[in-house]
């Protein structure tokens, strides 16, 4: 049986979401989604799909997409956003489902997408475990996410304001490494680069970017 995670409601997060990136997207946020998002093909999956703000750089090569997107606030401002904006020669489809369970089969993407919200969910090691189940063999989790910075300074200063940021960013942790979470759940990181988000605040400035791939050759997956 699914155990589905209790998924905390941010009505007011929801509200002022698209507001509050509008010049980091204008600062170089919309043009690193649509470098990433280049490379989906096939049956893909976006998890945490917000407000949609991944819908207009999917390329041609993606032949449907499933937007995950567990909070009600977000996911009713998805559907109005796919309804006006979604391209009619796609399949698009827009359900209620966490990260951490995602109900579909083994093997049922060729990619799987998380922009900014693996800093969001409750259990980032289940997410990531789950985003590469779903994935075929060989199939490609592209990422772009804040992460915990390398400086130290700055680091020290996402541990502190991890729980007030957390209120006022429904949910989010400045501070978390998820590079290593990647890692740890067996995928192939064939690309990830560091830079940073032009305009956000200082504990949101560091991000990775990149692609991690499930295992394809025998002997190579871990399941």
Same mark, same amino acid.
């Given at each position: 049986?699914?155990?589905?995670?209790?998924?905390?409601?941010?009505?007011?997060?929801? &509200? /002022?979401?698209?507001?509050?990136? !509008?010049?980091?997207?204008?600062?170089?946020?919309?043009?690193?989604?649509?470098?990433?998002?280049?490379?989906? %093909?096939? %049956?893909?999956?976006?998890? $945490? &799909?917000?407000? $949609?703000? #991944?819908?207009?750089?999917?390329?041609? *090569?993606?032949?449907?997409?499933?937007? *995950?997107?567990?909070?009600?606030?977000?996911?009713?401002?998805?559907?109005?956003?796919?309804?006006?904006?979604?391209? *009619?020669?796609?399949?698009?489809? @827009?359900?209620?489902?966490?990260?951490?369970?995602?109900?579909?089969?083994?093997?049922?993407?060729?990619?799987?997408? =998380?922009?900014?919200?693996? =800093?969001?969910?409750?259990?980032?090691?289940? !997410?990531?475990?789950?985003?590469?189940?779903?994935?075929?063999?060989?199939?490609?989790?592209?990422?772009?996410?804040? /992460?915990?910075?390398?400086?130290?300074?700055? &680091? +020290?200063?996402?541990?502190?304001?991890?729980?007030?940021?957390?209120? /006022?960013?429904?949910? =989010?942790?400045? #501070?978390?490494?998820?590079?290593?979470?990647?890692?740890?759940?067996?995928?192939?990181?064939?690309?990830?680069?560091?830079?940073?988000? #032009? +305009? &956000?605040?200082?504990?949101?400035?560091?991000?990775? *970017?990149?692609?991690?791939?499930?295992?394809?050759? @025998?002997?190579?997956?871990?399941?």
């Amino acid at each position: 049986m699914m155990d589905h995670h209790l998924v905390p409601e941010h009505r007011f997060f929801a &509200a /002022v979401y698209d507001r509050s990136l !509008a010049g980091m997207e204008r600062g170089g946020l919309a043009e690193l989604r649509s470098r990433l998002l280049s490379e989906a %093909r096939g %049956r893909t999956l976006e998890i $945490g &799909a917000g407000t $949609g703000a #991944n819908l207009e750089h999917y390329p041609d *090569a993606v032949t449907e997409l499933v937007m *995950a997107e567990p909070d009600p606030h977000m996911a009713k401002r998805l559907r109005d956003r796919v309804r006006s904006d979604g391209d *009619a020669g796609r399949r698009i489809d @827009v359900i209620d489902a966490a990260a951490e369970d995602l109900p579909f089969d083994d093997g049922s993407f060729e990619t799987v997408v =998380c922009t900014l919200v693996l =800093c969001t969910v409750d259990d980032p090691e289940r !997410a990531v475990a789950e985003a590469r189940r779903v994935l075929r063999p060989g199939g490609g989790l592209l990422f772009l996410e804040h /992460v915990r910075s390398q400086r130290p300074g700055l &680091a +020290r200063w996402q541990d502190r304001l991890e729980r007030p940021w957390g209120w /006022v960013a429904g949910g =989010c942790h400045p #501070n978390r490494r998820t590079e290593d979470v990647l890692a740890g759940a067996g995928f192939w990181i064939e690309r990830l680069d560091r830079g940073t988000i #032009n +305009r &956000a605040l200082p504990p949101m400035r560091p991000r990775i *970017a990149g692609v991690a791939r499930r295992p394809s050759s @025998v002997g190579s997956d871990l399941d």
